[in-house]
C-alpha cells in the first residue's frame, strides 16, 4: 500500500536549523513528483517546495528560498528539507506530498497531490 512518511520535526531555537526526511513507498513506476508543505494554527495549508520526477531542478516558495532547501536522496523516493535561520513564523506542521505535479510556476507547491503523510511538528522559539 503506498503510503509517505516523514520525520525530523521538532523544537529549536529562532535562528536555528532543522532537516525533515520523507520517504514514499510503494509507489510503483508511476511519476512521483515529492514535495513539503506547511500549516500554522488557524491558517490554510501552504506549498513550501517541491521537485518533479524528471530531471534536477527544484521550486521552492519565494517566501523561503533564501533558508531552505529541498533536495532528492540517492533513492529518488526519499526527499528532504533542510531549513536554516528559522523564524517563529516558520512554526506549523510540515507535511510531505508525493505523486504531484512540481511546476515552475507553482511556488513551490506541489499541484494534484496523490498521497499526504501525516506530518511532522517544527516549533520554533524566540
Known amino acids: 500500500q503506498a503510503r509517505v512518511t516523514e520525520s525530523g520535526g521538532g523544537l529549536v531555537q529562532e535562528g536555528g536549523s532543522l532537516r525533515l526526511s520523507c520517504t514514499a513507498s510503494?509507489?510503483?513506476?508511476?511519476?512521483?513528483?515529492m514535495g513539503w508543505f506547511r500549516q500554522a494554527p488557524g491558517r490554510g495549508r501552504e506549498g513550501v517546495a517541491c521537485?518533479?520526477?524528471?530531471?534536477?531542478?527544484?521550486y521552492v516558495a519565494n517566501s523561503v528560498k533564501d533558508r531552505f532547501t529541498i533536495s532528492r536522496g540517492k533513492a529518488k523516493n526519499t526527499l528532504y528539507l533542510q531549513m536554516n535561520d528559522l523564524k517563529p513564523e516558520d512554526t506549523a506542521m510540515y507535511y510531505c506530498?508525493?505523486?504531484?505535479?512540481?511546476?515552475?510556476?507553482?511556488?513551490?507547491?506541489?499541484?494534484?497531490?496523490?498521497?499526504w503523510g501525516q506530518g511532522t511538528q517544527v516549533t520554533v522559539d524566540s
Open positions: 506530498a508525493a505523486r504531484g505535479s512540481c511546476r515552475e510556476d507553482g511556488d513551490g507547491a506541489l499541484a494534484f497531490v496523490g498521497y
Open positions: 521537485v518533479p520526477w524528471i530531471g534536477s531542478k527544484s
Open positions: 510503494e509507489m510503483g513506476n508511476d511519476d512521483i513528483g
